[in-house]
């Protein structure tokens, strides 16, 4: 069964500072989708990673993927209030079916 | 990518009722998912509705309580039924769309 675990669960940090957030993943898979939610808000699609050493980056936010360690890194460079938002690391289970399997996310608040 | 349209967005409901959440996508699509989030917490899948075909439930879920219709490839609807305070979540359903999937608006329902 595939799981996929994120850390950390929350992130509280302070405007202008850069950080981390890891998304690993039990079993072999082909892609790794990251997604944004605002509170009462659905899900945006951030970035999609097919392939090992697959490198996104948009405005602040950079996101990676390491096939062979089973790892993405979402990181955030130089933070802004507006990035405030929980955060998605979703894998297909390679099965064939299309289903993904989330991460229990990263609430991230960043203070002024 | 598909833009979907989810109805309710929300709902209060009494228990021992039921509930209907419908998702209308502007383009055709073969696979539809259907999600739930319980409070704070990540998304987990409740079942794939494909057109002309039984959904495909994961473990946990079960016909009988969350039932689902797929009359066609644009449209899907899927039923909480018999809701007790424990139902009380947001459903969002998914298409693929491109590279990555989209998911509705969602549907927060209260259960009281």
């Known amino acids: 069964e595939l799981k996929v675990e994120q850390n950390p669960l929350f992130l509280s940090m302070q405007e202008g500072k850069n950080y981390t957030i890891y998304c690993n993943y039990s079993?072999?898979?082909?892609?790794l989708y990251w997604y944004r939610q605002d509170p009462g808000k659905s899900l945006e699609s951030l970035f999609v990673?097919?392939?090992?050493?697959a490198v996104k980056q948009e405005g602040r936010l950079m996101a990676s993927l390491d096939t062979k360690a089973r790892l993405s890194t979402l990181h955030i460079t130089a933070a802004v209030h507006d990035l405030s938002a929980t955060y998605f690391c979703?894998?297909?289970?390679?099965?064939?079916?299309?289903?993904?399997?989330f991460g229990q996310g990263t609430r991230l608040t960043i203070n002024p | 990518s598909a833009v979907i349209s989810q109805k309710p967005s929300r709902d209060i409901c009494q228990r021992g009722t039921s509930l209907t959440i419908q998702c209308q996508v502007d383009?055709?699509?073969?696979?539809m998912f259907w999600y739930r989030q319980q409070p704070g917490q990540s998304l987990t899948l409740i079942a794939t509705?494909?057109?002309?075909?039984?959904?495909?439930?994961e473990s946990g879920f079960v016909i009988d309580k969350f039932p689902i219709s797929r009359p066609n490839l644009t449209f899907s609807t899927l039923t909480v039924s018999n809701m007790s305070p424990e139902d009380s979540s947001i459903y969002l359903c998914?298409?693929?769309?491109?590279?990555?999937?989209?998911f509705g608006s969602g549907t927060r329902l209260t259960v009281v």
């Open positions: 079993t072999t898979s082909d892609r």
């Open positions: 990673l097919l392939s090992n050493g």
């Open positions: 383009s055709q699509v073969t696979m």
């Open positions: 998914s298409v693929p769309g491109g590279l990555s999937y989209t």
């Open positions: 509705a494909n057109q002309g075909s039984e959904a495909t439930y």
């Open positions: 979703a894998v297909d289970d390679g099965l064939g079916a299309q289903k993904l399997v």
